[in-house]
């Protein structure tokens, strides 16, 4: 298990550089003078020029790449223009709410989508399968961000239940947060949960055409019992791994979920910094996020082989 | 051409017809294919008679007419600015499909000589792979946005973001079956036979890939119409004045509590749209790929 995990952690290196020097080269995509984009057109000669020499334009090429890495190995992701403090501290101030609705997300999308693709798989061409995987389908196809929408106009501004949008820390008022990060959770999880139900369902089918399955019938237990003592345990080990997807995928839907909930998370962090040309931010979000998609993918990885010892040896 | 040949070619073509005619009676005899083609048709339909089928300009404000509900002069209503959301709805297929299909046969396109090049030369296959994976290692829809960040809002710039962002998922692809074929007796027969590693590559090797290609493409023009609504959405996608389902459904966003329509209209054409599209690539899977088949 441990030359699996050094083999896995080994590879992510020339992953993180691959990333590193794409983030890298964001800057120089922008059309033109990316300083006099940057400081926009007011901006005077000696203005662009000090900036120029400020970001490290000024030498070539090779040099900033090094000069960008070094400084990333350090920890400093550069300074934001508009907001006047360090990158790193931003992003650290914008974490929170992001993981918070992350973590309810996907505990939505688990608890649907697991029991959903379980019943759906257990009695597969039913009714209830037809149903469940019907709403799966449309799970899929529904653009959160439109369903997010269609939440506030119906819980918050026709029944008045639940806020319209804003965020309370869960640290500091636990009832409000729970009522805040309702209706974005919910939004945020259930195109995930279509994509688990489906994968738990697809699991299920599989597992009970196993040998053992028809022993445990043929011995005469009861079928609730060969479902859900010896087939359920089986099907969740690969559906493991597709929650694992689904908590990186999450983070790009939780972006997209902050700017219709007004959550101030990283999500609204990037998009503010856009408009405002804010670029080191920009560099600052998509690194962190990237090294978190993958993080979460190592982690996903190593629990798929710690669980199934068959993968170590791939 | 040598006699022998023309024979061969003239027997070769009845046979070429028949496999055509056997595909396209399996690809009919499929559910989803059907349903899904046909809404799908059905939206280019819309999308290429755009100006004939919509009752007023777009892009022409009426402020008087602002924010009216659903109704006979306006069939779904109003926007903020008095502009007929049926007509920017219809509109706004254009953009979406445009996006979709572009990036669509610009990935397709990256993906086969990307793929087929790390599939068939292994040396380069480490340093083309490693950029891949450094690619697929950012979320897409952040990539998305870091880029048309750089790159400032536009249609072609949201085709070329997108593009950038799917083209990985093909070039993987189709370096898998390039990798799994190029093993192939026939294959090996080819360069026995002293062919060219480019001729065996696009000769022999990408014909096996049309089928996975395709249901990958089916997929990614999905994914592109919800990406470019996204990033509309977000602002950062095509410009405001441009009617596309995005913009509409963020336009929908600032008036949600007097008008619930100018969204949801929008947001309905894009479900439809994911709806049609998934359906006929899961559909084309089944048929072409029946090895990835969801049970």
């Known amino acids: 298990m441990a030359t699996y995990l050094l083999r896995r952690l080994l590879a992510l290196v020339p992953v993180m550089l691959v990333v590193v020097t794409i983030v890298f080269f964001l800057i120089h995509l922008i059309p033109g003078d990316p300083v006099a984009v940057i400081l926009g057109p007011e901006a005077n000669a000696q203005q662009i020029e000090d900036a120029r020499r400020e970001l490290g334009l000024d030498r070539p090429l090779h040099e900033q790449l090094v000069r960008f890495y070094t400084r990333l190995l350090r920890g400093d992701l550069g300074r934001s223009y508009f907001l006047d403090r360090p990158v ?99 939004s945020l999880g259930f195109n995930q949960s279509a994509l688990i139900a489906r994968i738990a369902r697809s699991c299920m089918i599989e597992v009970l055409r196993q040998d053992y399955i028809r022993t445990a019938r043929a011995k005469g237990l009861a079928e609730r019992s060969v479902i859900y003592l010896h087939a359920f345990r089986n099907a969740l080990v690969p559906v493991v791994t597709v929650i694992g997807i689904t908590m990186a995928i999450l983070i790009g839907g939780a972006v997209v979920t902050e700017i219709v909930f007004n959550i101030p998370g990283l999500g609204r962090l990037i998009i503010s910094a856009i408009l405002r040309r804010d670029y080191p931010v920009v560099q600052g979000v998509v690194l962190v996020t990237a090294a978190a998609y993958m993080l979460i993918n190592l982690v996903v990885d190593v629990v798929y082989a710690f669980i199934d010892p068959r993968i170590r040896y791939v | 051409m040598a006699v022998a040949d023309r024979a061969v070619v003239l027997a070769e073509a009845p046979a070429a017809a028949g496999e055509r005619t056997k595909w396209a009676r399996r690809l009919l005899r499929n559910r989803n294919v059907v349903i899904g083609g046909s809404v799908f048709l059905l939206l280019v339909l819309v999308a290429l008679f755009a100006n004939a089928l919509s009752p007023y300009n777009p892009t022409r404000l009426y402020p008087g007419q602002r924010l009216k509900p659903p109704g006979l002069q306006n069939l779904l209503g109003t926007d903020e600015f008095g502009r007929d959301i049926a007509s920017l709805v219809l509109h706004g297929s254009r953009v979406s499909l445009l996006v979709g299909c572009v990036t669509m046969v610009l990935t397709s396109l990256g993906g086969v000589v990307i793929g087929l090049i790390a599939g068939y030369y292994r040396r380069l296959d480490i340093v083309i792979m490693r950029v891949m994976d450094g690619l697929m290692a950012f979320p897409a829809i952040l990539l998305a946005i870091a880029l048309m960040a750089a790159r400032g809002p536009g249609v072609w710039n949201v085709i070329l973001s997108l593009s950038v962002v799917y083209l990985p998922r093909t070039a993987m692809l189709i370096r898998s079956t390039a990798l799994s074929v190029r093993e192939l007796d026939y294959v090996l027969a080819a360069q026995a036979l002293g062919r060219s590693g480019f001729g065996i590559a696009f000769r022999h090797i990408l014909p096996n890939c049309i089928g996975p290609l395709l249901v990958q493409g089916t997929f990614i023009f999905a994914y592109a119409v919800l990406a470019e609504a996204i990033l509309g959405f977000l602002g950062v996608g095509v410009p405001p004045y441009v009617p596309s389902w995005g913009n509409v459904i963020a336009s929908g966003k600032n ?31 089944d048929v072409l790929d029946p090895r990835l088949r969801v049970q």
């Open chain 2, 255 to 285: 008036v949600i509590r007097e008008a619930f329509w100018v969204s949801l209209f929008p947001g309905l054409a894009l479900t439809l749209s994911g709806l049609s599209l998934n359906l006929l690539g899961d559909g084309l899977r």
């Open chain 1, 88 to 186: 790193t501290q931003a992003l650290w101030e914008r974490t929170e709410p992001t993981l918070v609705l992350m973590a309810g997300g996907l505990f939505v999308a688990v608890l649907i989508g697991v029991p959903s693709g379980i019943v759906a798989g257990a009695y597969q061409g039913s009714w209830w399968d037809r149903g469940l995987m019907t709403l799966a389908l449309l799970g899929v196809c529904v653009p959160g961000f439109w369903l997010s929408l269609n939440f506030i106009y119906l819980f918050s501004v026709r029944l008045g239940w639940l806020p319209v949008a804003g965020y309370a820390s869960v640290f500091q008022d636990p009832v409000a947060a729970l009522r805040h990060m309702l209706l974005p959770a919910v």
